[in-house]
């Protein structure tokens, strides 16, 4: 390559050659940031998305009388952006977990989706000066509603959530005193 053909290579995207190298120092060291964990640009997207969802309403609510209402209203809206099939009871492929043919069953969001935005939304609130007692991302509601999306998902899919069974160590120690308290009532 002559030096008229390297003068002619656009200095911001370089060339496969000959990279470029920056030896300049920046003005102000403290103004260079690591960039964001993948977690932490989530978290930030979903933070601004609720804020932007709250100054949409009518009337638009300040984020310091943000409750629990609001927090599910949310949720509710992202529904209509699911990509989940939940089937209806009235659908004759409830309870199927492949079904085998399409339906008009709603597309909804995914348990699991509603619950990790939960958690990185809970977060942001704190990091951004909200405090855990306020916190309306923690509120009980706000479990009872996960709650209740997931058994209702789970149904529809005909995947049941069972609860953790209790340790074998804990079931010897039971089992161990019911013998022995029936033994002493046979005696």
């Not at 390559?1 to 290579?9: D, F, P, Q, T």
């Not at 008009?104 to 619950?115: F, I, K, V």
């Not at 306020?134 to 709650?147: K, Q, S, W």
């Given at each position: ?9 656009n ?11 920056d ?27 609720f ?13 310091s009388?943000?409750?629990c ?8 809206y ?5 990509k989940?099939?939940v ?8 309870g199927q977990?492949?079904?085998p043919?399409?339906c ?12 990790a ?14 405090t ?16 209740e ?6 149904k529809?899919?005909?995947i049941p ?15 161990g ?11």
């Open positions: 390559m002559s030096s008229g053909e390297n003068s002619r290579v200095p911001v995207e370089g060339s496969s050659r000959s990279p470029i190298v030896h300049q120092v920046p003005a102000h060291p403290q103004a260079v940031v690591a960039p964001l964990s993948r977690y932490e640009s989530q978290k930030r997207r979903d933070w601004n998305t804020g932007q969802y709250l100054r949409n309403r009518k009337p638009p609510i300040p984020l009388q943000c409750n209402n609001h927090v599910l209203d949310f949720l509710r992202l529904d209509q952006f699911g989940t099939k089937h209806l009871h009235g659908c004759v492929f409830f977990p492949d079904p043919a399409p008009t069953c709603p597309l909804r969001q995914a348990w699991g989706s509603l619950d935005l939960i958690g990185r939304l809970r977060a942001a609130y704190e990091e951004n000066g909200g855990p007692e306020t916190n309306p991302f923690g509120n009980g509601a706000i479990r009872v509603y996960l709650r999306v997931r058994e209702c998902q789970a529809a899919r005909g959530y069972k609860k953790k069974k209790k340790k074998k160590s804990q079931l010897k120690t039971i089992s005193s019911t013998r022995q308290d029936s033994r002493q009532s046979a005696s």
